[in-house]
């Protein structure tokens, strides 16, 4: 496991590394952000990346949440990841590799996997090692973007598969923070598909988050809220940012395939704050993080942004 630390005033440190699954001959590769100095056990969120991304996305939301109690794990899912493009000889080929792994149905089984392999991998170095005793593993949020927020829905148990047979719930996850959101990928009825989620969810979109990979089918991005119109369960959340697009929330300058540099905005911003509100009224169970995030929050947005809750 490698460290570089972060030498900011409010501190935090970063764990880069690789979990190795015998059983599946298959490496997940992690970046793990951590509070610093450790004091006492801290929550976990796992973090998604989208279509061709890797343990680099979303940086911005792994410091956030480290600098405000929380043990943020970034996985990489192999099969899925920016290893699928990266010897591509034109944008072209990139995307085509991209759409191809979209529907590879035994990419995205190894991909939902990933989250139970973390969580024991993640249980074992609560038990040794420098993270020894750090990790509260009672309190286990997740989080992605895109693809990645289908993996989030998917282990909050969306069904998946033909007729919705495949099912990957986590019942370890408490919480979900889900950019992005998509319908499923093969149709059908959303309210059977989505009949065992019954945790809180954040869904977060934009109004200009349309496709994640030019070349697929165009769609109006206000699908991307039909997950949580769908869900009639307490405790969801809908933030739709104006102007938006779906690079927004990677982070990057140059979008979710690229490791251009960091970037902050107010997209970024708000989801920082927004992540920290929720995990700490549903993880850590903070009524005046409840009473914020439904109210004090929408504050801070602008008055183009919608935001409500049911």
């Known amino acids: 496991m490698n460290e570089t630390v972060d030498d900011s005033p409010s501190g935090y440190t970063v764990f880069d590394g690789a979990f190795r699954d015998e059983s599946r001959s298959r ?17 976990v969120i796992l973090v ?15 410091r956030r949440l480290a600098e405000s109690g929380y043990v943020a794990v970034h996985l990489q899912h ?48 609560n038990g040794e090692g420098r993270l020894a005793g750090r990790l509260e593993l009672t309190r286990i949020g997740m989080a992605g973007h895109s693809y990645g927020g289908v993996s989030t829905m998917v282990a909050a148990g969306q069904r998946m598969g033909p007729g919705g047979q495949w099912s990957f719930k986590e019942p370890r996850i408490r919480a979900g923070l889900v950019m992005s959101p998509n319908i499923p990928i093969q149709g059908g009825d959303l309210a059977a598909l989505y009949r065992d989620i019954s945790i809180p969810l954040f869904h977060i979109t934009g109004t200009k988050d349309g496709n994640a990979v030019p070349g697929n089918k165009e769609f109006d991005p206000i699908q991307r809220t039909l997950p949580y119109e769908a869900l009639t369960i307490p ?7 104006d ?40 993880l850590n169970e903070k009524m005046a993080s409840l ?20």
């Open 27 to 43: 490496s997940v590769p992690y970046r793990l952000y951590a509070p610093a100095p450790l004091f006492g056990a801290y929550p």
């Open 48 to 62: 998604s990346h989208g279509i061709g991304g890797s343990r680099e996305a979303m940086p911005y939301l792994g």
């Open 78 to 125: 192999t099969g899925t990841d920016s290893s699928i493009w990266q010897h591509a000889n034109s944008l072209a080929e990139v995307y085509r590799i991209l759409r191809e792994a979209m529907w590879d149905a035994n990419a995205a089984r190894a991909r939902f996997q990933d989250v139970p392999f973390a969580l024991r991998e993640l249980a074992r170095m």
């Open 235 to 241: 405790h969801q959340y809908l933030l739709v940012l």
């Open 243 to 282: 102007g938006a697009d779906h690079n927004a929330f990677s982070g990057l300058k140059h979008g979710p395939h690229a490791h251009g540099p960091e970037e902050e905005t107010r997209y970024t911003r708000v989801v920082q704050d927004g992540a920290v509100l929720f995990f700490d009224a549903y």
């Open 291 to 310: 009473a914020a995030l439904r109210h004090a929050f929408q504050s801070g947005l602008e008055p183009t942004d919608r935001f409500e809750w049911k």
